[in-house]
């Protein structure tokens, strides 16, 4: 079974640049999750997909990120424009479907983004 | 709200055993644990439900406390492959619906010395 793909695995940008990050879940996952890790802390969640709506973006800075998981499957995470302190590791994970107690997540490599 | 763990970091010698805490100020639903190693992705090591279960694979087990809100990973006989920092996310209570949505806790690093 194919992990989660995401790409690029590094960018580098200037503060008020956009950058964008792509992410395929595994084959079959209802679910897909965008997190934030800044160095020396834990996942931060950013936005929760259920097939192609949304169930949480609740932390998600929406005057600068955007989501969307057209289709169902694969989903971009955009940041417009970028500041310094968005500099992170961005995560994508997914899991078979939400909804069920027993619901592991499998995370896929990252995106590592500096902002300079 | 974050859940807190406890140590921040271990040091251990192969063979030696290590608690993990996970406390939490809110009710829990589920906790998950996950490990992860430098520069590589969160991999999944247990997921805990209410009804204080414990669980258990290979020497790593975990149990879940309820009423007291925390959840602790136990690591015994450790191995070098088990260096790496870990995390506990907690799924808060939803009336008792699950959507998957997990906070993560600040990390413990753990460090095994042959």
């Known amino acids: 079974e194919a992990g989660v793909a995401q790409s690029p695995r590094y960018k580098i940008i200037e503060k008020r640049q956009s950058v964008a990050f792509w992410c395929n879940p595994i084959s079959g996952h209802a679910t897909l999750y965008w997190y934030q890790q800044i160095l020396g802390q834990g996942p931060k969640l950013l936005i929760q997909?259920?097939?192609?709506?949304?169930?949480?973006d609740s932390q998600l800075p929406k005057d600068r990120f955007s989501a969307e998981r057209l289709k169902g499957v694969d989903s971009t995470l955009k940041i417009q424009p970028a500041k310094l302190e968005d500099s992170a590791v961005y995560l994508c994970?997914?899991?078979?479907?939400?909804?069920?107690?027993?619901?592991?997540?499998?995370f896929g490599p990252g995106t590592r983004l500096t902002v300079l | 709200q974050q859940p807190v763990q406890s140590p921040q970091a271990v040091i251990l010698r192969e063979g030696e055993d290590a608690v993990i805490n996970c406390s939490s100020s809110k009710a829990l639903y589920s906790v998950h644990w996950y490990r992860q190693k430098h520069g590589e992705a969160p991999v999944f090591l247990m997921i805990l439900l209410k009804g204080g279960e414990q669980k258990g694979h290979d020497k790593i087990s975990a149990s879940f406390n309820e009423k007291k809100q925390q959840s602790s990973l136990y690591l015994t006989a450790s191995q070098l492959s088990y260096s790496g920092t870990y995390f506990c996310?907690?799924?808060?209570?939803?009336?008792?619906?699950?959507?998957?949505?997990?906070?993560f806790g600040q990390g413990t690093i753990l460090t095994v010395h042959p």
């Open positions: 996310g907690t799924e808060t209570n939803a009336g008792g619906t699950s959507y998957g949505k997990l906070t």
């Open positions: 994970a997914s899991s078979r479907r939400g909804g069920i107690a027993d619901n592991e997540q499998f």
């Open positions: 997909f259920q097939n192609n709506g949304v169930v949480d």
